[in-house]
């Protein structure tokens, strides 16, 4: 059974500040990792998708990487902002009968300004 | 990508009742899942929406607690029946296909009193 990690639950930071988020999972077998953003009360938005032969993908200030073999992800968030304050989640889609995505806890992101 | 739209946004129900929520894709997807977000806690899966045939449900989630309909490939329904409170929790409809980005609506926030 799959699990996911994210490390650390919280995390607070002064603006412009550079930071990592970090999510781990269990089964390496997985066909892409993808990193979401939730705002309070609201959906998820998708910032960075990775496929399983990808090591890492880009967009504007943030950076996302994939170790699949040691079942890690780092998120690299450049030059925080307050409006990046949020909840940043990790899933993992692996294989079997429906290819179902499994969440970690998520981080609770607060950039202060 | 996909644009989800789910309906209702909100609600306030009366324990007993069921309440149906309405899942509209922008375009024809393979994949359509149900999650349920509670409160303070990550995603769980709740059931994958098969096109032409039953729901395939997660352990700890059946068809009568949680009937799900999906009549083509862009539309689907999930029934919260006979709600208690417990049932409090944010609903998400997710599409994509699977190698590509998972997109999700903007979420139900049901309370149950």
């Known amino acids: 059974k799959q699990e996911v990690t994210q490390i650390p639950a919280a995390l607070s930071v002064p603006e412009g500040e550079n930071l990592v988020l970090n999510c781990s999972f269990t089964?390496?077998?997985?066909?892409?990792l993808q990193w979401f953003r939730q705002d309070p009360g609201k959906g998820l938005t998708s910032l960075l998708l990775?496929?399983?032969?990808?090591r890492e993908q880009t967009s504007g200030r943030l950076n996302a990487s994939l170790d699949k073999s040691s079942g890690r992800s780092t998120l690299y968030i450049a030059a925080s902002q307050p409006g990046d304050s949020a909840t940043y989640l990790c899933a993992v889609r692996s294989g079997g009968s429906n290819y179902k995505l499994t969440f970690g806890k998520g981080t609770l992101l607060t950039v202060n300004p | 990508s996909a644009v989800i739209s789910q309906k209702p946004s909100r609600d306030i129900c009366q324990r007993g009742t069921s309440l149906t929520i309405q899942c509209q894709v922008d375009s024809q997807v393979t994949m359509m899942f149900w999650y349920r977000q509670q409160p303070g806690q990550s995603l769980t899966l709740i059931a994958t929406?098969?096109?032409?045939?039953?729901?395939?449900?997660e352990s700890g989630f059946v068809i009568d607690k949680f009937p799900i309909s999906r009549p083509n490939l862009t539309f689907s329904t999930l029934t919260v029946s006979n709600m208690s409170p417990e049932d409090s929790s944010i609903y998400l409809c997710?599409?994509?296909?699977?190698?590509?980005?998972?997109?999700f609506g903007q979420g139900t926030r049901l309370t149950v009193v």
């Open positions: 997710s599409a994509g296909q699977m190698n590509t980005e998972a997109f």
């Open positions: 990775i496929q399983s032969s990808q």
């Open positions: 089964d390496s077998a997985i066909y892409n």
């Open positions: 929406a098969n096109q032409g045939s039953e729901a395939t449900y």
